[in-house]
């Protein structure tokens, strides 16, 4: 089983639509979740973090932690097709460096 | 302020041969890391520096060695490249260990022929 797991998409929605970003992770220990954007061709750039339970919402974007289900989620409301790109999951396992990176879901957002 | 810095961008080398990626940040962060990126498995850490002068192995070490020169600079080194290291490959930074976010290079693309 795999640290970190995504679906890996393609996940095609239309322009102005909500896109729902899944991830799951093993490790119950894990303190610090992340979301990373990352354009074909280009490195990963922060869109969130999220440490406790419940949601947080940053402008068109929400990030979703259960820890019980060892579950976290990425919303992104009104979604643009500038939006299309991978989306990576990140956890910090063991709290300290070692960060673990799911494979990634590939979104598309169709005008 | 240019973030985080890599060189060279893309480079080719043969089985056998050695080389140095290069990763300067100047953000005044203490820890930095570096990943190999390949398709469908996503980013998997190499090495990580969680301050100066120390260094620790992540998830895929084998066939590699890093230095931490000093604060700024983080070098990872193929001493016999393989052709199962043709990776892209990042180097990021973050200000500290856990939960800090990463800043990520522009990568490296490497191939092993």
């Known amino acids: 089983q795999k640290e970190v797991e995504q679906n890996s998409g393609p996940l095609s929605v239309p322009e102005g639509a909500i896109a729902s970003l899944n991830c799951t992770y093993s490790?119950?220990?894990?303190?610090?979740f992340f979301w990373y954007r990352q354009y074909s061709g280009k490195s990963p750039e922060l869109i969130m973090f999220?440490?406790?339970?419940g949601d947080k919402e940053d402008g068109r974007f929400t990030a979703q932690l259960n820890k019980a289900s060892q579950y976290v989620s990425l919303l992104i409301r009104d979604s643009q097709p500038s939006d299309s790109a991978t989306y990576l999951c990140a956890v910090n396992a063991k709290g300290n460096n070692d960060m673990r990176f799911g494979a990634g879901t590939r979104l598309t957002v169709k005008p | 302020n240019a973030g985080v810095t890599q060189t060279p961008k893309f480079q080719v080398l043969k089985t056998g041969q050695s080389m140095t990626l290069q990763c300067a940040q100047d953000?005044?962060?203490?820890?930095m890391y570096w990943y190999r990126q390949d398709p469908g498995m996503g980013l998997r850490l190499i090495y990580y520096?969680?301050?100066?002068?120390?260094?620790d192995k992540g998830e895929v070490p084998n066939g590699y060695n890093v230095s931490r020169l000093n604060k700024r600079e983080f070098s990872l080194r193929l001493e016999s490249a393989a052709p199962s290291q043709t990776s892209v490959y990042f180097c990021?930074?973050?200000?500290?260990?856990?939960?800090?976010?990463?800043?990520f290079g522009p990568g490296t693309r490497l191939l092993v022929l």
């Open positions: 999220i440490y406790s339970n």
């Open positions: 953000m005044n962060h203490n820890s």
């Open positions: 490790d119950r220990g894990s303190q610090s």
């Open positions: 520096s969680a301050s100066e002068g120390t260094t």
């Open positions: 990021a930074s973050s200000a500290d260990r856990g939960k800090e976010t990463q800043y």
